[in-house]
């Protein structure tokens, strides 16, 4: 068994376990030239109305790889192509052969052997030239009964490319998938455009940087632990523990426990110290949302840490000193509990030193568009589908509502619309019942019924004849890149030109992905 024979054998095994498509790409071409003894190849895929060359081995390759054979130019590859034949070309005589490409090489070819790659349908998607550039033109072994099981080869190889590519773009797309939700983790965006929710934003930005506490009001679902988070984001203190506790959502006598700890043996139960809440965030923030809801027996040790910086465990003798800064929210008229004496007139001025109210989402009607926007994008990423679209009747109908549950049951809504909604475009009759009732009822009283707001900048309603050709073409180019995750070559498909013009166009445009 000569050497060609010995590598046509074990290509098989070599090239299988590489998963790189790159990698893989480079060891099979080099493979093919080894057995067929010349040293020049190259691998091409046709690209809509072009032939790409992405991978080159031997002389001038740097020169090869990259470039691109418009489909209705001869070439030996795109004859391949287009006829899924293998084909054997005297470089000399041959019609097909695109001389332009070898113009300025020393070092020309003189027999080309090129064989198509398929898909695993059979659907030909590229073809790989293995080069004879000798005089003689006796490298190539062309025997029929040498190039039989060669073809074979190159088939299941060329198979095993495309299986690569889908494995790497697979893994690619997960890589961005768990990156995404890592960031949407990590930093929950605040979204707004209104006048009232700047207003509280730019407080809560002013609060940010200092040690004071801060009370948040609004009702229930505006974002109160949002914007606890941010105030804590931006402080002195970003570093430290960020800890929460609703004092609504436990018993009285939990909750005492669970702020400021307790020693072993003071209770039944209690086998062992434990380390509250507050010195658990020493050095940090801790949130208290719903404080309206904490009772007025333990509201007393709280304005004991807000006076003097200090704790006292359930069962310990003496008091434990900490530092953290107390953020709390409410959905409650404060100022009419401490009428009613059920909340400490003192602890509240201690708490409210630095107040921001934020308003409910119905009055800030503008901001739905872009919260609907948002929770799309967010739950398509979650689930892994495809991003579904509002359309404007239904927009009209969501911005109408008034949202009693505020952006927490917006978000509720996406996500019922997501699963509940067959097609790609959001339909009034998908939205539920009562939310289609109370905009009928906008629409008839004429509050918030005559349509968006103005001033909305959204991608739900746009009016083409104000936009000028630059403005219109590089808003669809910008959304063509954002459907395809900004793979120039999928979005140049979908817009029926072919890549090195759509390239070209975006840079003209200077449209670049911005930063992760």
Request: aromatic share 8%.
């Given at each position: 068994?000569?050497?060609?024979?010995?590598?046509?054998?074990?290509?098989?095994?070599?090239?299988?376990?590489?998963?790189?498509?790159?990698?893989?790409?480079k060891?099979?071409?080099n493979?093919?030239?080894?057995?067929?003894?010349?040293?020049?190849g190259?691998?091409?895929?046709?690209?809509?109305?072009?032939?790409?060359?992405?991978?080159?081995?031997?002389a001038?390759?740097?020169?090869?790889?990259?470039?691109?054979?418009?489909?209705?130019?001869?070439?030996?590859?795109?004859?391949?192509?287009?006829?899924?034949?293998?084909?054997?070309?005297?470089?000399?005589?041959?019609?097909?052969?695109?001389?332009?490409?070898?113009?300025?090489?020393?070092?020309?070819?003189?027999?080309?052997?090129?064989?198509?790659?398929?898909?695993?349908?059979?659907?030909?998607?590229?073809?790989?030239?293995v080069?004879?550039?000798?005089?003689?033109?006796?490298?190539?072994?062309?025997?029929?009964?040498?190039?039989?099981?060669?073809?074979?080869?190159?088939?299941?190889?060329?198979?095993?490319?495309?299986?690569?590519v889908?494995y790497?773009?697979?893994?690619?797309?997960?890589?961005?998938?768990?990156?995404?939700l890592?960031?949407?983790?990590?930093?929950n965006?605040?979204?707004?455009?209104?006048?009232?929710?700047?207003?509280?934003?730019?407080?809560?930005?002013?609060?940010?940087?200092?040690?004071?506490?801060?009370?948040?009001?609004?009702?229930?679902?505006?974002?109160?632990?949002?914007?606890?988070?941010?105030?804590?984001?931006?402080?002195?203190?970003?570093?430290?523990p960020?800890?929460?506790?609703n004092?609504?959502?436990?018993?009285?006598?939990?909750?005492?426990?669970?702020?400021?700890?307790?020693?072993?043996g003071?209770f039944?139960?209690?086998?062992k110290d434990?380390?509250g809440?507050?010195?658990?965030?020493?050095?940090?923030?801790?949130f208290?949302?719903?404080?309206?809801?904490?009772?007025?027996s333990?509201?007393a040790?709280?304005?004991?840490?807000?006076?003097?910086?200090?704790?006292?465990?359930?069962?310990?003798?003496?008091?434990?000193?900490?530092?953290v800064?107390?953020?709390?929210?409410?959905?409650?008229?404060?100022?009419?509990?401490?009428?009613e004496?059920?909340?400490?007139?003192?602890?509240?001025y201690?708490?409210?030193?630095?107040?921001?109210h934020?308003?409910?989402?119905?009055e800030?009607?503008?901001?739905?568009?872009l919260?609907?926007?948002?929770?799309?994008?967010?739950?398509?990423?979650?689930?892994?589908?495809?991003?579904?679209?509002?359309v404007p009747?239904?927009?009209?109908?969501?911005?109408?509502?008034?949202?009693?549950?505020?952006?927490?049951?917006?978000?509720?809504?996406?996500?019922?619309?997501?699963?509940?909604?067959?097609?790609?475009?959001?339909?009034?009759?998908?939205?539920?019942?009562?939310?289609?009732?109370?905009a009928?009822?906008?629409?008839?009283?004429?509050?918030?019924?005559?349509?968006?707001?103005?001033?909305?900048d959204?991608?739900?309603?746009?009016?083409?004849s104000?936009?000028?050709?630059?403005?219109?073409?590089?808003?669809?180019?910008?959304?063509?890149m954002?459907?395809?995750?900004?793979?120039?070559?999928?979005?140049?498909?979908?817009?029926?030109?072919?890549?090195?013009?759509?390239?070209?166009?975006?840079?003209?445009?200077?449209?670049?992905?911005?930063?992760?």
């Amino acid at each position: 068994m000569d050497d060609r024979e010995e590598a046509l054998r074990r290509i098989d095994y070599e090239l299988f376990k590489e998963l790189d498509p790159d990698a893989l790409q480079k060891k099979f071409l080099n493979a093919l030239l080894k057995i067929q003894n010349v040293q020049r190849g190259s691998i091409w895929v046709k690209k809509g109305k072009t032939y790409v060359c992405v991978e080159a081995a031997g002389a001038e390759s740097e020169n090869i790889i990259g470039v691109e054979l418009e489909a209705s130019h001869p070439s030996i590859v795109g004859w391949v192509i287009e006829n899924g034949k293998m084909t054997i070309a005297e470089t000399g005589s041959d019609r097909r052969h695109n001389r332009e490409v070898e113009e300025d090489f020393n070092v020309k070819s003189s027999q080309i052997l090129c064989f198509p790659l398929f898909l695993m349908g059979k659907e030909v998607y590229g073809a790989v030239q293995v080069i004879d550039t000798t005089y003689e033109k006796n490298r190539l072994n062309l025997e029929a009964d040498y190039l039989e099981p060669l073809q074979t080869l190159v088939d299941i190889c060329s198979i095993a490319m495309s299986n690569a590519v889908l494995y790497s773009m697979e893994r690619k797309r997960a890589a961005h998938l768990k990156s995404a939700l890592a960031r949407m983790r990590k930093d929950n965006s605040i979204i707004g455009q209104s006048e009232s929710f700047h207003k509280s934003m730019e407080l809560v930005r002013s609060y940010a940087d200092t040690d004071f506490h801060v009370l948040i009001t609004g009702e229930s679902g505006t974002g109160k632990e949002l914007v606890a988070e941010q105030l804590h984001k931006g402080s002195g203190r970003a570093k430290k523990p960020f800890l929460v506790q609703n004092c609504s959502a436990i018993p009285e006598t939990l909750l005492e426990s669970e702020l400021f700890g307790y020693k072993k043996g003071a209770f039944t139960g209690a086998n062992k110290d434990k380390a509250g809440l507050f010195e658990a965030a020493n050095g940090g923030t801790v949130f208290l949302d719903e404080i309206g809801d904490m009772p007025m027996s333990i509201q007393a040790g709280l304005l004991r840490v807000l006076q003097k910086n200090e704790i006292k465990p359930l069962g310990e003798t003496r008091v434990r000193h900490i530092d953290v800064r107390i953020v709390a929210a409410t959905n409650k008229d404060i100022k009419q509990m401490i009428v009613e004496n059920k909340f400490r007139q003192d602890l509240y001025y201690r708490l409210s030193v630095l107040p921001v109210h934020l308003p409910p989402l119905r009055e800030r009607r503008e901001d739905t568009p872009l919260l609907v926007k948002h929770f799309l994008e967010t739950e398509a990423l979650k689930a892994d589908a495809p991003e579904k679209k509002v359309v404007p009747e239904a927009m009209q109908m969501l911005v109408a509502y008034s949202w009693p549950g505020n952006i927490r049951e917006l978000e509720n809504l996406i996500r019922y619309l997501m699963v509940t909604t067959p097609g790609e475009y959001i339909q009034p009759a998908n939205l539920p019942d009562h939310i289609r009732q109370m905009a009928g009822d906008a629409v008839e009283s004429g509050d918030g019924g005559a349509g968006l707001p103005p001033g909305v900048d959204n991608e739900f309603l746009v009016d083409l004849s104000a936009m000028t050709w630059p403005s219109l073409e590089k808003a669809y180019v910008k959304a063509l890149m954002k459907k395809y995750n900004w793979n120039i070559t999928w979005a140049a498909r979908a817009s029926g030109i072919n890549r090195s013009t759509f390239a070209s166009r975006m840079r003209k445009l200077d449209i670049r992905r911005n930063p992760m």
